[in-house]
């Protein structure tokens, strides 16, 4: 039995927002410009994101940046977007810093430029102890991934000796997760119109809110987040119990 007591007193902000960035291609195309234009005002879009995030003190964004599918991608859009990727780092990393906010990669890195693989790991090494919003940039990133690396942790502390295989539980599986440290998101927002998880954090999305916009990501403001947070804290949260369990305060979570 989990063993946090809930507070039905005042609905409280979402500790974790995950998002998935739909529509910089659309944002750009409606405008008759190349998708790369939409790509850096997704750009945009993010920093003000990040700091109404970091100003409503939610402790973890996740932004799903590059899905493990991405690659499927026309080459020019994929080096596109590993160029942008390597240009926002070299101008944010100290801003980030300046802020006090934590930045961290998900998923992986491999198959990255070497150039852009020491970035992101100088990134994570200048922000660590900071301890504001911490920023989870999911690249090459998928939620199989993830499950899969994770088995593949356990099964090699099994086969060494260092774990009895009696003793897999989902605490064990979640201890091997790229997002070990971090709560699961409470408030999942996908923007752009689509309706699916497209293999983000499968395993950490199972007692999400959901929320899906039209709006595309470019033009996804404070406001627009806003909306967003208030959707989520109209919600009633059961996680399993009944709604009267709840209006008592007679369970813990
Ligand atoms: C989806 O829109 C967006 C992406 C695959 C890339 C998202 C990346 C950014 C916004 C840059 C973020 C950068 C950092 C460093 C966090 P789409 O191209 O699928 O849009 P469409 O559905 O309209 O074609």
Not at 42 to 59: L, N, S
Not at 136 to 151: K, L, M, T
Not at 157 to 180: C, F, P, R, V
Request: net charge neutral; hydrophobic share 40%; aromatic share 8%.
């Amino acid at each position: 039995m989990p063993n946090d007591t809930i507070n039905c007193a005042e609905p409280a902000n979402p500790r974790h927002i995950a998002i998935i960035m739909d529509g910089n291609g659309r944002w750009a195309q409606k405008r008759l410009l190349p998708r790369a234009f939409g790509h850096q005002a997704g750009v945009k879009a993010v920093k003000k994101i990040v700091e109404y995030c970091a100003e409503q003190k939610v402790e973890v964004l996740s932004l799903f940046a590059f899905s493990s599918e991405n690659w499927r991608r026309p080459e020019e859009e994929v080096s596109l977007l590993m160029s942008l990727f390597m240009a926002t780092l070299q101008r944010e990393i100290n801003n980030l810093d300046r802020n006090n906010i934590r930045l961290r990669f998900i998923g992986d890195r491999s198959a990255f430029p070497s150039p852009l693989q020491k970035k992101m790991a100088e990134g994570e090494s200048q922000t660590e102890t900071n301890d504001a919003l911490t920023l989870v940039v999911a690249i090459n990133y998928g939620g199989h991934w993830d499950i899969c690396q994770a088995s593949q942790k356990v099964l090699d502390k099994i086969m060494s000796g260092q774990l009895d295989s009696t003793k897999i539980s989902e605490q064990l599986i979640n201890q091997h997760l790229s997002t070990t440290d971090l709560p699961d998101p409470d408030l999942f927002i996908r923007t752009g119109g689509e309706q699916r998880v497209s293999n983000f954090m499968l395993w950490q999305l199972a007692y999400t809110e959901m929320y899906f916009t039209p709006t595309l990501w470019p033009d996804f403001n404070q406001k627009a987040l806003a909306e967003a947070i208030k959707s989520f804290k109209s919600r009633q949260r059961r996680f399993g119990h009944t709604g009267e369990q709840i209006l008592n305060k007679s369970v813990t979570l």
